[in-house]
């Protein structure tokens, strides 16, 4: 899989993570911010890119693992998408 790309965001997309996380987008990488609803709102946003259906819910069952390493800087684009 290939990993996120926080430039990609749309305008709208930062608007639901700041909403979800309460958080302005540029303070969710503050050693002291709370990282629970700004890891969520991250993982919302790009699991709903793949699934429309996909829930804030959906988004909350995720281990922190697997969010961390959805958010590790990515390669370039997975080959599997070529």
Request: charge should be negative; aromatic fraction near 6%; proline fraction near 4%.
């Amino acid at each position: 899989m290939a990993k996120f790309d926080f430039e990609s965001l749309t305008i709208s997309e930062v608007e639901t993570i700041e909403m979800i996380s309460g958080l302005p987008i540029d303070a969710l990488m503050d050693d002291t911010a709370l990282k629970g609803k700004s890891l969520k709102a991250v993982v919302f946003v790009i699991k709903k890119r793949e699934d429309d259906k996909y829930t804030i819910a959906d988004a909350g069952k995720v281990s922190f693992k697997d969010a961390m390493e959805l958010l590790q800087p990515g390669d370039e684009a997975d080959p599997k998408d070529n």
